[in-house]
């Protein structure tokens, strides 16, 4: 007679502890983003605010600012306590070295903050300078909360997460358009290349927005189509048509930069409600899957306790062997059972069976809903990497880098993963031609 030995049980139980941690890890990462995603906010309101001060030569909006900065520096200090606390005070670092490197490089630009603020403060840097240093942090930020979201190993909360990160990315270029916007206001005149740049921020919104809608529940997508609405629409792409009229170098009133950017500061605060919700429903999902899975397994252990204990080996090939006939293995079952009365044997053998074979399932479903919401964070990666080798080529920024990109696919009439993956094959073939030609 054979005995389960209590490693076999232990790692059955294993398996499921192991879901659990994967998930208050998570738990944790999630609750990160959401203050990321805060400071986030706050810096893009800080960007849009230190541009109105500049261009009025100190003049304007001194007062916001200066609430502005205590609002952006409050939340950078909770932020960074919420940091030490999920980071620093575990001992579990090594399957987040990734990320670490990210908030590393995130509160670096950070901590160059002030000096930016001070360079602000005496007028020492232009609208379009202090743009373009705001975009840095903000980027680095993102990708912050890019890399939490990527080692996420529950499919739900993946999708949600998706949803979320491609909303706050949305937000982003929708922050970018009212600061460059501002900028070609500001100056009364807006020439071919600026004018560019809005409308292919535009267009990143689009993308951002429907990637947004792929993963978002129901509720959420519902929620920022009823705040896009015709009416609020309306007024801002009016003035997105005035923008592009203007390319030619054409004059325009400073003055018209207020309405601008009170129309896409209203437009930006409606997002961040919609980013607050997305963030509370994804905290509320993880609280909800981790009590579930910790359920499951106070349920696995009752019935690995109620398995059989003791069972011969034709009990356990007779309940889980696979043969071409279902009904020949049943009979053979019973015919068993009927000459050695040994139900209760075969039973616990066949529940300590399925039992493993549920987990099995499980895990497999969750790895394919999981390649499937993860394949958007793949896309991403690809288009990062295509910018980085146009970065290192031509020595252009990341916001031209995209442009680039971008062009080629508006050109082509294809996507930006499509045109990514053209760019990385090329610099791998060129690569390849170059070591050749060394060896």
Not at 129 to 143: D, G, N, W
Not at 366 to 384: G, N, P, R, S, W
Request: proline share 1%; glycine share 2%.
């Amino acid at each position: 007679m054979n005995k389960y030995s209590d490693t076999t049980k232990q790692f059955l139980l294993a398996t499921k502890r192991s879901e659990i941690e994967a998930l208050h890890q998570l738990a944790s990462n999630c609750q990160v983003i959401t203050f990321v995603c805060e400071l986030i906010h706050q810096l893009q309101r800080e960007r849009g605010i230190s541009n109105i001060f500049l261009i009025s030569k100190s003049t304007r909006f001194c007062e916001h600012r200066r609430k502005q900065i205590e609002a952006s520096i409050n939340t950078e200090e909770m932020l960074r306590s919420q940091l030490k606390a999920k980071y620093l005070q575990t001992s579990d670092s090594a399957s987040n070295m990734r990320l670490f490197n990210l908030i590393a490089l995130a509160l670096q630009d950070i901590d160059h903050v002030p000096s930016l603020r001070r360079k602000i403060e005496n007028q020492r840097l232009t609208a379009a300078q202090s743009t373009r240093a705001y975009c840095r942090v903000i980027s680095a930020l993102l990708a912050v909360v890019f890399e939490a979201s990527d080692v996420a190993s529950d499919p739900k909360i993946t999708q949600q997460l998706v949803a979320l990160f491609n909303f706050i990315q949305g937000k982003e270029f929708a922050g970018q358009e009212r600061a460059w916007g501002v900028v070609g206001f500001s100056q009364s005149t807006f020439d071919k290349r600026l004018c560019e740049r809005i409308k292919q921020l535009e267009v990143s919104q689009q993308n951002s927005f429907k990637t947004f809608f792929e993963f978002a529940l129901e509720s959420d997508s519902q929620q920022w189509q009823s705040l896009e609405s015709a009416d609020s629409v309306e007024p801002l792409s009016q003035m997105r048509t005035m923008i592009q009229q203007l390319a030619n170098g054409s004059p325009i009133a400073a003055e018209i930069s207020e309405v601008w950017y009170e129309l896409t500061t209203a437009r930006i605060d409606k997002m961040h409600t919609v980013e607050e919700q997305l963030s509370e429903g994804l905290l509320n999902q993880t609280k909800s899957r981790v009590a579930k899975v910790e359920d499951d397994l106070l349920n696995h252990r009752k019935r690995v306790n109620t398995a059989a204990n003791k069972l011969s080996d034709m009990d356990y090939w007779l309940s889980t062997q696979v043969t071409p006939n279902e009904d020949a293995k049943n009979t053979l079952q019973q015919s068993y059972i009927k000459t050695n009365h040994q139900t209760d044997q075969l039973t616990g053998n066949r529940a300590f069976y399925d039992l493993i074979k549920e987990q099995s399932d499980h895990i497999k479903r969750m790895e394919l809903e999981l390649d499937t919401a993860k394949q958007a964070f793949v896309e991403h990666k690809k288009i990062d990497r295509a910018k980085l080798l146009i970065m290192q080529e031509m020595n252009f920024d990341e916001a031209e880098a995209h442009r680039v990109i971008q062009r080629r696919a508006m050109d082509e009439q294809t996507s930006l993963m499509a045109i990514s993956e053209t760019i990385i094959k090329t610099a791998a073939a060129l690569h390849k031609s170059l070591k050749s030609l060394e060896s």
